[in-house]
């Protein structure tokens, strides 16, 4: 069975920019959630979807969109890119969204730099 | 707001060496994740710890979970250079499942 996949792996914008990154989750999982992970750092959770519908949200700006598909997989939209989001934007999938203690698999993520 | 602290940061030792990482809060987790993540990749689960005081061992690397679900450590005995690598521990604190996760170890061990 294929993981997460995710794409492209590698992107390059320029300030003001807008990106769209997408993630395919585990056959079968419903639920899709978003990490920037800062290099460096932890990663830091920024959306989760379930369902096609918005369960959570992170402490990101409102230029951080996302949304997920019949098919269950999902986008992450950033808009007005700044430097500072220059990142490693990981995708995770679980099987459900609202159970507790629910295992999330990571994709290989999107390196996103900001120019 | 609930913060995992990670220690140590770095950590460098040599091979065969035993080494135990710690990830602590002043939150109660419902479960936690220790993954290990390589440069440039995603993270990939190593296990999940639910119960408190709840130990579990995958080969030379042994977690526990705190008598009160605030804290976990991992321990690895007898590193090897294969053992290198961003370890990570994320704590599950409400339904659904997003992760708070610490700012990582990063181990290196030398042949």
């Known amino acids: 069975d294929a993981g997460v996949t995710q794409s492209p792996t590698h992107l390059i914008k320029t300030r003001g920019q807008h990106v769209t990154l997408r993630c395919s989750p585990i056959s079968g999982h419903k639920s899709v959630s978003w990490y920037q992970q800062v290099l460096g750092q932890g990663p830091q959770f920024i959306f989760q979807y379930y369902e096609k519908e918005e369960r959570g949200r992170g402490n990101f700006p409102d230029r951080f969109s996302a949304r997920q598909f019949p098919n269950y997989s999902s986008e992450l939209n950033v808009n007005a890119l700044l430097l500072g989001d220059s990142a490693l934007y990981l995708c995770a999938s679980s099987l459900e969204g609202g159970e507790l203690n629910t295992e999330a698999f990571f994709g290989q993520g999107t390196r996103l730099t900001v120019v | 707001t609930q913060l995992l602290e990670q220690s140590p940061q770095f950590l460098s030792i040599q091979e065969g060496e035993n080494l135990t990482v710690y990830c602590n809060s002043s939150?109660?987790?419902?479960?936690l994740q220790w993954y290990r993540q390589e440069p440039g990749e995603g993270p990939v689960l190593l296990v999940t710890v639910v119960t408190g005081g709840e130990v579990k061992k995958l080969k030379r690397l042994t977690f526990q979970f705190g008598d009160a679900r605030k804290d976990s450590s991992l321990h690895i005995t007898a590193a090897q250079p294969g053992d290198t690598g961003l370890y990570l521990c994320a704590g599950m604190w409400r339904a659904g499942n997003m992760l708070t996760f610490g700012g990582g170890t990063r181990l290196m061990v030398k042949p």
């Open positions: 939150s109660v987790f419902s479960s």
